[in-house]
């Protein structure tokens, strides 16, 4: 049997990577901080272990404005690519908007559900997360309540 292989690549093509292997989770994301750094009403975060995700066509740029949240972007086009977070190491989330297939990747809940602009209107039966969907340290502190200015 073949490891699973995806692709991705941002608007201009400077930034490619592979991502091998199942991804950990695929959920819908509500919160306010991710909704300001994608410039979207929500978006969709495709986990994976950061071993199987390998930049192979340029390097993204970081940004990091939440302590122990470090986001990354092409510096060319400015489409978000990933997140990094210090309370779930270990980790890489793909936005699904860099992907080169996104309808491979269906979501399996929504994360922030309390979050959740009033105006959108959700008719799956997916599970609703108040907070995170992956398991945090909780030494890290939850990203909501450790916000910077």
Known sequence: MNERLETGACFCGAITAELRGEPLSVVYDHDDDCRRAVGSPLTIWIGYPSGQVSFIGGAPKTFSKTPGVERSFCGDCGTTIAYRDAGIPGETHICIGFMDNPERFPPEGHAFWHLKLPWIEMTDSL???????????????????????
């Open 127 to 149: 599970p609703r997360i108040e907070g995170t969907s992956r398991e945090r340290d909780p030494a890290i502190g939850d990203p909501v309540l450790r916000k910077c200015g």
